[in-house]
């Protein structure tokens, strides 16, 4: 039960942290944080597509209830996914933000918001509590919101271009 709870603290520590540190340090921070919630998360997957399914009970509030956590075989499919898309994708993130070095309060808040999304899409997978999933749920979407809008002052091209124009009308 103590990786549980490791898992919980560790993006909590990781999150407060960011923000106070260079660059460099951010993404070491944000890569050890997403693999140690990787190797905890897939630790209790694979021993439930081996047959064991996991169960933790944690007290919760007069709203909540107590809030269960189960991994069972359908989870761990998910978690398993997951964990190797976040894995792989903050590898690659790290060297794509490098172009974004001057961006320090956007990568700050990127960052964050990964870890965050990668805490909380594993949460919807194995929360048995509907309140406690709702909350899940809407952490996950916010956060993965920020996550999309990176480059939300960036300029396209216009839509009104000849190529749209033949495509339209059939030309």
Not at 102 to 116: A, D, G, P
Request: with cysteine.
């Amino acid at each position: 039960m103590n990786l549980i709870y490791t898992y919980i603290f560790i993006p909590f520590i990781a999150i407060l942290t960011i923000p106070f540190l260079k660059m460099k340090w951010k993404n070491i921070i944000l890569y050890t944080t997403i693999i140690f919630e990787a190797f905890i998360s897939s630790y209790f997957a694979i021993n439930s597509l081996f047959g064991e399914t996991f169960n933790y009970t944690f007290p919760g509030s007069i709203i909540t209830g107590p809030i269960r956590i189960q991994i069972d075989a359908l989870s761990s499919w998910f978690i398993l996914i997951f964990n190797l898309i976040f894995v792989s994708g903050s590898f690659y993130g790290i060297f794509y933000m490098k172009a974004y070095k001057e961006q320090k309060n956007n990568i700050t808040l990127h960052f964050i918001v990964l870890i965050l999304t990668h805490a909380t899409l594993i949460s919807t997978c194995v929360i048995q509590n509907s309140i406690a999933f709702l909350i899940s749920w809407e952490i996950m979407a916010i956060s993965a919101f920020f996550a999309v809008i990176f480059e939300y002052e960036k300029k396209y091209a216009s839509t009104n271009t000849d190529l749209d124009v033949k495509f339209y009308s059939g030309m």
